[in-house]
């Protein structure tokens, strides 16, 4: 069986097929260019203009007919409305073209999906921080649980507003980290956890304020959000007794983030995976995955009920596809 998954959550739209043994035939981003943030209706408006093109485009690199496609998987949700609705529109009239299932996919469960099939990792703690999610998931009694999640902002969306008052154009993460390995001072900035959760507004406020040099800024905000990250996710292995942890979302392809979460597992005995970088932002293969894994577990849609779900919850979706455990 060949599946098709369209992403469009915010600025990216993916097309992304898979066969139903996992492996990715074809894996399409197209991004729109926003330089200084995502206006949510030019996104959508530029997803709308290219999602024809772009799956068209996989098809062709997969060597595929439009009728070799089995079931098409979607975006639900959670995301920017405009956007989210213009990839499920194009989900539903392909699937009434092609007379085949439709499946809607939560967008924070298909990373972790994604991320399980491209590494070793089998039932991990998911460290997942993007622009607009910061949450720590593990899988237990039958859901994929949030332990722990921002209280206000996404790291990635704190990140990007602090690069947009300095002039770093979006998305400002990959240039805040070249400018931190010129830095060297850790600058006194807001550390907030509270439990399992973490809070970034404080650390952003505080950290326009500086006047110091900018790459002793950039290195304090990586040291410290990524100090706070690691402690909420090695509390989530201690509590869950799980010995893996899977990173997936757009930061994560951050070196320094990724050198923080293998010392922290390292010294826990527990084993760090990340995907490939195509898997980590957000892609249509993901999309695909999960879909495929929900249409076998019977969680697919009719057309009528296949709304959009704007703030979708991790833990609103029964995860019929896995055993169920009670582990803890």
Known sequence: MMILGIEGTAHTLGVGIVDDSGSVL????????????????EAANHHAANVVDCI?????TAGLEHGEIGVVAFSQGPGL????????????????????????????????????LRTDAKDPILLYVSGG????????RGKYRVFGETLD???????????????????????????????????????????????FSGMLT?????????EDICFSIQETSFSMLAEVTERALAHTRKNEVLLGGGVVRNNRLREMIDIMASERGASAYVPEGEFCVDNGAM?????????????SLPVKGSHIRQNYRTDDVKILWRKVTKDF
């Open 153 to 199: 902002i996404g790291l990635g969306n704190m990140l990007d507003k602090f690069g947009r008052a300095h002039g770093i154009p979006f998305p400002a993460g990959p240039v805040i980290e070249k400018k931190a390995l010129n830095g060297g001072t850790l600058l006194e900035l807001p550390y907030s956890v509270k439990g399992m959760d973490v809070s």
């Open 133 to 140: 999610n910061t949450q720590v998931i593990a899988y237990t």
């Open 206 to 214: 505080a950290a326009l304020k500086l006047d110091e040099p900018l």
């Open 287 to 299: 999309i695909a995955w999960t879909g495929f894994l929900m249409h076998e577990a019977g969680m």
């Open 81 to 116: 409305g405009p956007c989210l609705r213009t990839v499920a529109t194009a989900a539903r009239a392909l699937s009434l073209r092609l007379k085949i299932p439709l499946v809607g996919v939560n967008h924070c469960i298909a990373h972790l999906e994604i991320g399980r």
């Open 56 to 60: 068209s485009e996989a098809l062709s």
């Open 26 to 41: 074809a894996n399409i981003i197209k991004s729109y260019p926003a330089e200084e943030g995502i206006h949510p209706r």
